[in-house]
């Protein structure tokens, strides 16, 4: 009887089980760390207000290596100087040269590609304007080919969902375990209180 009624004074202690939804979180986190980090070489320019392209020909070698990743920022034409790598529509196609000469009153460039011998046979149109070149990344750019495809937007999307629902599936994971051990206090203390009513009346009988 004694060992009952100590196993009875016992209060719960919380335990274990504190594992699983630790790794759960964590492995949540690791995937948004991961789908947010490769996606910042194309989100955050484009925020500050940059346009990304993929160096694709050798015309700027070696300054823009085939397989670079470049950066565009919109200027005014009037703004561009000789010297300048400007992005410019050729058709439907963007072209990334060297500005030669800034024709101002023309309204257009005379450019050329550093690999080439001679400038362009047709100057670009203030309107075909894509910006200046103001940042590039050698290699980028094929990595960017691959996350910029719509596939692999879908692929991002489903990891940002699939990392969300691990640190949810945690979070509801703790909240059980919570509400459990709640459960197994309010189960003691009725037990408790139970006993000590018990107790009262027994010595209530004993001095009558």
């Not at 986190?29 to 490769?38: D, K, S």
């Not at 397989?67 to 196609?93: H, L, M, N, R």
């Not at 937007?153 to 059980?176: E, P, S, W």
């Not at 009346?201 to 009558?208: A, D, L, P, V, Y």
Request: charge should be neutral; hydrophobic fraction near 40%.
């Amino acid at each position: 009887m004694a060992d009952s009624r100590t196993s009875y004074s016992r209060r719960p202690i919380k335990k274990g089980g504190m594992f699983i939804p630790a790794l759960c979180n964590v492995i949540g986190t690791l995937i948004l760390i991961a789908v947010i980090a490769t996606s910042i070489p194309l989100a955050v320019p484009a925020l500050l207000g940059y346009e990304t392209y993929n160096v694709t020909s050798g015309s700027m070698e070696p300054t823009l290596p085939v397989g670079s990743v470049i950066y565009v920022k919109p200027v005014e034409p009037e703004t561009v100087q000789e010297g300048d790598i400007i992005a410019f529509y050729v058709d439907a196609v963007v072209v990334t040269h060297r500005v030669v000469e800034n024709r101002f009153v023309e309204g257009e460039f005379v450019t050329k590609g550093d690999a080439n011998e001679m400038e362009d046979f047709s100057n670009a149109h203030y309107r075909d304007l894509v910006g200046v070149v103001k940042y590039h990344f050698p290699y980028l750019g094929n990595y960017l080919m691959i996350y910029s495809n719509q596939i692999t937007k879908v692929y991002l999307m489903v990891l940002a969902f699939c990392g969300v629902m691990f640190n949810i599936l945690a979070g509801q994971m703790r909240r059980r375990s919570e509400e459990k051990f709640r459960e197994q206090v309010e189960r003691w203390e009725r037990r408790q209180a139970e006993r000590n009513r018990a107790e009262m009346e027994q010595i209530r009988k004993q001095n009558r």
